[in-house]
């Protein structure tokens, strides 16, 4: 996952940066408005992060000129302005949100992870599922993590796409049950916690941000928080 952040406070902007790539989204920086443009003619970005008051081209007109050309990737606003009014030019400029500092990196990336499900896949497109750094592809029963693929079985990846499609929820036992193994044997919930081990053997073990979580006596659920 890649995006381009606007931002010309550089402590504000390293922290963003070294959060970010944390949890493995790679951010490209830009101090002022002519740099970001070059950096965007120049590449493609999954999500762009625009501060308002920049040098030379501010973040609101860099927001126009992005949607002059593109029209899906989502668009945030990280600014100090909290009035009505600068959030309502956003808007009308087809920015996707407005974060105000200060605020939390958490947050931001609940944001990310949230517009970028979001997107709705145009039909020459694969769906894509994403959680982090996870990428899942239903329709060819595909994972990928840190961009390298991951196989697994086909129980493995029902369970594994009910969990992502969740959106962080907490998923019982019960229904969990019902979905992937259709209460087709007795001893389905020790099934569960050998497949919730196995998932996590291959998608979580070599990978410093844990995806796969027990929320003990509700059940499981898929979240890089």
């Known amino acids: 996952m890649q995006t381009l952040l606007l931002e010309d406070d550089p402590v504000l902007s390293s922290e963003i940066a070294l959060f970010l790539g944390s949890r493995s989204v790679k951010t490209d920086i830009a101090d002022d408005g002519e740099k970001f443009l070059e950096l965007f003619s120049a590449k493609k970005y999954d999500i762009f992060l625009l501060d308002i008051n920049v040098p030379k081209i501010n973040g609101l007109d860099i927001c126009k ?62 769906e894509k599922i994403v959680v982090d750094d996870l990428i899942i592809y239903p329709e060819d029963s595909k994972v990928f993590r840190g961009g390298e693929e991951i196989v697994l079985t086909v129980k493995e990846f029902q369970l594994l796409e009910l969990l ?12 969990i049950s019902d979905e992937v193994w259709k209460n087709q044997f007795q001893s389905t919930n020790n099934a569960i916690e050998v497949y919730i081990n196995f998932l996590r053997k291959k998608i979580d073990k070599n990978f410093k941000t844990k995806l796969i979580h027990t929320r003990p006596g509700f059940g499981y659920y898929l979240s890089p928080l």
């Open 164 to 175: 992502a499609r969740a959106n962080g929820r907490t998923l019982s036992k019960q229904y």
């Open 65 to 126: 000129k992005i949607r002059e050309t593109n029209a899906d990737t989502p668009i945030i606003i990280i600014s100090a302005y909290d009035g009505i009014e600068e959030k309502k030019e956003a808007f009308l400029r087809a920015a996707d949100d407005y974060l105000v500092k200060p605020f939390l990196l958490e947050e931001l990336l609940l944001r990310i992870n949230s517009h970028l499900r979001k997107i709705t896949p145009k039909s020459d497109e694969k």
